[in-house]
T-cell receptor, first 115, second 111 residues
């Protein structure tokens, strides 16, 4: 297991198009998180899963964003009708347990550019 | 909602000088974590502090959790060019809650 994998690394899309990102967490980690990071800012929480259950979704997240984690393994984050303000780095992280003795392990992220 | 703040936003130091970043939470935290993000990279977990007044050291890095569990600091002794990056503190209200990140302190080290 080489860590958290995210695909694609980069995505350029036209405004109004839909995009989907994939995250493969560390296999034994039961928690998976999505964060968004813009230049010069810290990661901003979007949503998280424990196994296949989505436990929390940020109130800042519009209805255009949806995430799934079927079977509690990989996760997808979809953004519908993209806007220029959606341009950011989308980070996925996983953890072994809720009490973070070892912290989050982040993937390398998907950089989204909406033109 | 819960907010985590950090100062300074940027710090430029000469190699060999010390560096400190401070973190403050608007609410009492269950624990605080520190992450480092190299330019072009992703956040990497450094350490977690849980107990009030806790101090932990990793080589030249010293981490401290405040008595009220609302603030923390990271001190680097004798900075090196390998210390360059952005340091984020991140806190949880409970040990089962999501982690909220601060805005980070960007460290530049002049050789």
């Amino acid at each position: 297991d080489t860590g958290v994998s995210q695909d694609p690394r980069h995505k350029i899309t036209k405004r109004g198009q839909n995009v989907t990102f994939r995250c493969d967490p560390i296999s034994e980690h039961n928690r998976l998180y999505w964060y968004r990071q813009t230049l010069g800012q810290g990661p901003e929480f979007l949503t998280y899963f424990q196994n296949e259950a989505q436990l929390e979704k940020s109130r800042l997240l519009s209805d255009r964003f949806s995430a799934e984690r079927p079977k509690g393994s990989f996760s997808t984050l979809e953004i519908q009708r993209t806007e220029q303000g959606d341009s950011a780095m989308y980070l996925c992280a996983s953890s072994l347990e809720a009490a973070l003795t070892y912290g989050y392990t982040f993937g390398s992220g998907t950089r989204l550019t909406v033109v | 909602g819960q907010q985590v703040m950090q100062i300074p936003q940027y710090q430029h130091v000469q190699e060999g000088e010390d560096f400190t970043t401070y973190c403050n939470s608007s609410t009492t935290l269950s624990n605080i974590q520190w992450y480092k993000q190299r330019p072009g990279g992703h956040p990497v977990f450094l350490i977690q502090l849980v107990k009030s007044g806790e101090v932990k050291k990793q080589k030249r890095l010293t981490f401290q959790f405040g008595e009220a569990k609302k603030n923390s600091s990271l001190h680097i002794t004798a900075t090196q060019t390998t210390d360059v990056g952005t340091y984020f503190c991140a806190g949880q209200k409970t040990s089962y809650d999501k982690v909220i990140f601060g805005p980070g302190t960007s460290l530049s080290v002049i050789p």
